[in-house]
């Protein structure tokens, strides 16, 4: 089971970022430094020449679409195509006035926090979460409740008892698909239920699928916004999918929900990238964008695949880790008592990056990113990581017992 002991207010991740933030792990240094720490997408599959030559014909073309300004719920091709993705995606038809484009998910998210939210409302969320929700919903200036996470992704039981017994929690944030930071899938089961609740309680529910497309292996479970429509607002991104460099990602839902979200976005940056959208829009239609997610599928779960075999290979004996079946991330649980922050800043030391758990809202993990790094050199950083716990927790590694071992067995003639 993935630990998720509940920190999820500003106040208790402090004593963490004081010395160090989330960014000063991300933002490391140095070419023997080996960066499980930042959920970045690998480029190795994007292919440049077809976008490149796509991107001479808009400007070839004079394309006013792509040059111009656009309005805030999208250009209207884009739009077209993205209601039509998500149709064949996730049987989801959405009339007008229910898809928009925003500059990423991260975007989507402040427009729900500052469009739906108040000091007076309390969220729920996972715990451990991306951090990125916890600071929009923190800056609307609404309440934290934390609910945790294992195996089988949030716990809905727990989401069901705070509801029944009179939690005047509003709104409920999600991500099930491939959850980051732990990787774990929602299951079918706790989808339903959570849906029954959001239509019994009148909760409405956030459902983040940046990671939905990146799945290893099939088949794919249904969306919350396809079990509960009226209920939930989907944000998706394509910084994981396209490129992170052209930020794009969409809001779904309710038109009433929407157009208070497009309302604030007209107060913002008017509009997501035109040039953007139409470059996109031209991928998808000749059928780059899904090879090019197809590829990256491919790359992704070699990864994984190795950053598993590492981590059963190096980690002390207590460790244990989640065996995602898609994205970006595993989850490493420490044994009790076994600092995270302390592991994470040793890690660094020793040249690999990841993220404590403080900094997610929960102690006792790290979040380790396997995207974005070749699968060559998972074993040297499962080495260095489990040197660092061992170092931290006064424990030995699985090699360190190995060789122990081995050196007994040589002395006794064996």
């Not at 007076?120 to 991306?130: C, R």
């Not at 934290?144 to 944030?173: H, M, N, P, Q």
């Not at 989808?191 to 409405?204: P, V």
């Not at 076994?338 to 890690?347: E, F, G, M, R």
């Amino acid at each position: 089971m993935i630990d998720a002991r509940l920190r999820t207010d500003a106040d208790q991740r402090s004593a963490v970022t004081e010395k160090m933030s989330f960014a000063d792990f991300v933002a490391v240094a140095g070419a023997d430094v080996i960066a499980l720490s930042g959920g970045f997408p690998d480029l190795a599959a994007l292919r440049g020449p077809d976008l490149a030559h796509l991107a001479g014909q808009l400007f070839r073309g004079r394309d006013a679409d792509a040059t111009g300004y656009a309005g805030a719920w999208g250009v209207p091709g884009f739009l077209k195509v993205l209601r039509e993705r998500l149709r064949v995606r996730d049987g989801q038809v959405h009339g007008p006035g229910e898809l928009m484009v925003t500059s990423g998910a991260t975007e989507g998210l402040h427009l729900a926090a500052t469009a739906l939210l108040t000091s007076a409302d309390q969220v729920l969320i996972e715990s451990p979460t991306f951090p990125g929700a916890a600071a929009a919903f923190e800056a609307a200036g609404a309440r934290l409740g934390a609910i945790e996470v294992d195996e089988d992704g949030v716990r809905v039981d727990r989401i069901g008892a705070r509801l029944d017994s009179g939690d005047a929690s509003s709104l409920c944030y999600v991500v099930p698909d491939h959850q980051n930071p732990t990787g774990a899938t929602l299951s079918l089961e706790r989808r339903r239920s959570l849906a029954g609740l959001a239509r019994r309680h009148d909760l409405l529910i956030i459902e983040d699928v940046a990671y939905r497309e990146l799945d290893f292996k099939g088949p794919r479970l249904p969306s919350l916004a396809s079990l509960a429509p009226g209920h939930v607002v989907q944000l998706g991104t394509f910084s994981k999918t396209f490129m992170p460099g052209i930020r794009l990602g969409w809001a779904a839902g309710p038109r009433s929900l929407l157009e208070r979200l497009v309302e604030v976005k007209r107060r913002t940056d008017q509009c997501a990238s035109p040039f953007g959208q139409r470059l996109l829009e031209s991928f998808v239609r000749r059928g780059g964008f899904d090879a090019q997610i197809a590829e990256a599928r491919v790359i992704y779960r070699r990864r994984c695949e190795a950053m598993l075999a590492a981590l059963a290979e190096t980690m002390p004996a207590g460790v244990t880790w989640s065996r995602p079946c898609g994205g970006f991330f595993v989850w490493l649980s420490l044994p009790a008592g076994v600092p995270s922050a302390a592991v994470a800043t040793v890690a660094l030391d020793r040249g690999v990056a990841c993220i404590p758990g403080e900094l997610l809202g929960t102690a006792g993990g790290l979040r380790l990113a396997f995207s974005a790094v070749a699968a060559e050199r998972m074993p040297e950083a499962g080495r260095r990581l489990g040197e660092a716990i061992a170092a931290v927790s006064g424990t030995a590694t699985s090699s360190q017992r190995l060789t122990a071992v081995t050196a007994m067995q040589i002395s006794e003639g064996k």
